[in-house]
């Protein structure tokens, strides 16, 4: 033990050039411009091995000492400090890189992909919910087909279309960690797929009214309560619930709402014509607006995505009222001849592949002004006339 600690704080700074031994294999290098290293010498498995230890300027006498102690009783255990080293270093960066660490950095890069900012949560929760429970905290490098099987075989023929969700985000996350140059499988999720097999669970359409039944449902909403007024909107415009929720009166241009990008499924600005029945109903909702929203909450925001479905379920109605926009595309194909283009227009789906969309740079709008006009007449029991729209 003599031979340990032969320096002091002071001979460190003030050490001329060269090289310095404290005892036990512990020595400094003083270098000419005046900074230091330090490093240990050991023998291990009959051969010579340097481990360096820091600078004397970020690691004290004291501090150095610990850690060559630390090392030592490592090469007392017959192995080499150098690669054990190495070892925990490879360690503590799959811990920085585990899957839940790679999935959430994923999501941070994808963001500006999805609509709001993906603050809804609906891109990030299938992982959440049914793969970082289980692999969260495994390093993404050691995840492997049977891994991602055993996370979602619970609920890959009972949730089918959830579990498809969670396997496709998670291989974007494989992606994302392949980018950063982690050593990950990128066939994973395909390799997991093949294990699991086809899902048995069959594919649910959401409920729809027959459109022959709409007028009477549409009758009954006569209340002119928040809710009646915007299931009303619903109906007459074949929108999806959440542009209709978070209408704003400065959306209604004229005769037309135009639905900013970032309220719609596309991420594209899309423009509704109103029939007349329609910018009564808004006319009417205007009287309720607070903050220029047409359906407000009874406390803060707009109604809730589940106020519409409630009232409909009070009412043991099946349908859903997303179900609507299967009503008025059923209609156009069964009492109209509205051409496919300008139908599937009106719920704001596209049509065709890239190039037929690079060349087709119209909306219909004014064609669907005269298809919505006579869907309104069919909502209000109007007419029961069949409608003959020819595209041009």
């Known amino acids: 033990m003599a031979t340990l600690n032969r320096l002091s704080a002071l001979h460190v700074k003030n050490a001329a050039p060269g090289k310095y031994s404290d005892g036990g294999g512990l020595w400094l290098h003083r270098r000419a411009d005046g900074g230091g290293q330090w490093f240990l010498r050991v023998q291990i498995h009959g051969r010579r091995r340097e481990m360096g230890l820091g600078s004397i ?6 501090e150095v000492r610990e850690e060559a102690a630390r090392w030592r009783a490592v090469v007392r255990t017959g192995k080499d400090p150098i690669k054990e080293r190495e070892r925990l270093r490879r360690e503590a960066a799959k811990a920085d890189h585990t899957l839940a660490t790679v999935a959430r950095e994923a999501f941070e890069a994808r963001k500006a992909e999805l609509k709001n900012d993906g603050k809804s949560g609906r891109w990030f929760s299938p992982l959440e919910l049914h793969i970082l429970p289980k692999l969260g905290n495994v390093p993404i490098e050691e ?4 891994d991602i099987k055993n996370a979602l075989a619970p ?6 279309e959830t579990a498809q969700k969670a396997l496709g985000r998670l291989g974007i996350v494989i992606q994302h960690g392949a980018a ?7 066939q994973a999720t395909a390799k997991a797929k093949a294990l699991l097999g086809k899902s048995r669970q069959k594919r649910s359409h959401i409920p729809a009214m027959p459109w022959a039944e709409v007028p009477e449902f549409y009758d009954s909403l006569n209340e002119g309560s928040i809710t009646h007024l915007a299931l009303r909107l619903l109906i007459l415009t074949a929108v999806r619930s959440h542009p209709v929720r978070h209408c704003h009166i400065d959306d209604i241009d004229g005769n037309t709402w135009v639905i900013p990008a970032e309220r719609m499924k596309s991420g594209k600005e899309f423009r509704v014509p109103l029939s007349t029945e329609a910018l009564s109903v808004i006319e009417q909702a205007a009287a309720f607006a607070r903050d ?15 106020t519409m479905s409630r009232l409909m379920e009070r009412r043991e109605v099946t349908a859903h009222p997303h179900g609507f926009r299967s009503s008025f595309r059923t209609w156009c194909a069964e009492a109209t001849e509205t051409p496919r283009e300008i139908a599937e227009m009106a ?6 592949g890239k190039v037929e969309l690079s060349y087709r740079r119209t909306d219909y709008l004014e064609k669907r002004r005269t298809l919505m006009e006579r869907w309104a007449s069919h909502v209000t029991g109007n007419t029961a006339e069949i409608v003959q729209l020819v595209a041009k």
């Open 57 to 62: 300027a970020e690691v004290s006498l004291k």
């Open 143 to 146: 995840i492997d087909q049977q």
């Open 155 to 160: 609920i890959w023929h009972s949730k089918g």
């Open 180 to 186: 950063m140059g982690l050593a990950v499988d990128i």
């Open 292 to 306: 220029g929203y047409l359906f407000p909450s009874v406390r803060k925001g707009v109604i809730s995505d589940a």
């Open 347 to 352: 719920l704001a789906h596209s049509i065709g």
